[in-house]
């Protein structure tokens, strides 16, 4: 489990958003991206050809991150704070 990240080689993510953390399965073979968009909607997608993101509900990022709702939250406002500035 990758969390905290700026960036992803998933190209099925689209610009301009809060990358929450990053799920593998496979030795790698399976990605699976969790983030928020500037509305503050959250999504899951894969990396494969034919992935459409998915919307998200805490309690599946929490079972895949083990992050708390308020730890995403916080970290969101932080994101959204340097992106206003």
């Known amino acids: 489990m ?3 990240f700026e960036s992803t080689t998933n190209h099925n993510v689209p610009k301009d958003v809060f990358l ?3 799920d ?3 030795s790698g073979e399976i990605v699976t991206t969790f983030y928020a968009d500037k509305e503050g909607n959250m999504w899951e ?7 459409k993101p998915q919307p998200l509900t805490m309690s599946r990022l929490y079972k895949a991150t083990m992050l708390s709702p308020k730890m995403v939250t916080c ?4 994101w959204r704070e ?3 500035l």
């Open 2 to 4: 990758r969390t905290f």
């Open 20 to 22: 929450i953390a990053e």
């Open 24 to 26: 593998s399965h496979m």
């Open 45 to 51: 997608v894969g990396d494969w050809k034919y992935d």
């Open 75 to 78: 970290m969101y406002n932080r």
């Open 82 to 84: 340097n992106d206003i």
